[in-house]
């Protein structure tokens, strides 16, 4: 096979996984947002504070007067009214990396929505139910 339509092929594949963080995480693509979540263990919250430099925003889904760690939110981004990014946050703590703006985070959990202003730049966010 020649080696143009082998590399053309192998992109393609390549193109089609979700990128993995080093620690194991999975970064999805939205158009321009790439995003990452997780945090329940202790293996997850530091494999996410490893790769915090390389997202823009982070925001924490807890509930409760203590702070306990939620996973399972429903949650779109926002920007200038438009969303940019739906997904389904399988830990307590997403890194996102989005053009620089102000976006409003809208999330659901067991149907109660919550949501949030906040600009490129900010990672310590949260939204506590």
Known sequence: MPLL??????????AWHPACAADGLVIRTMGPVSYVCGGVAEDERQALAAQE???????????????????????RLVYDGQ???????????????APEGSYNIEASYK????????????????LRW
């Open 111 to 126: 149907g109660q929505p919550r949501s949030l202003t906040v600009n490129t730049g900010t990672r310590n966010a949260q």
């Open 83 to 97: 969303e940019v990014a739906r997904f389904r946050a399988n830990g307590p703590r997403c890194l996102i990396r």
């Open 53 to 75: 430099q390389n997202f823009n925003m982070g925001v924490l889904f807890t509930r409760g007067e203590n702070g306990e760690y939620l996973a399972d939110v429903s949650v």
């Open 5 to 14: 339509p082998l590399l053309a092929s192998l992109s393609a594949v390549v």
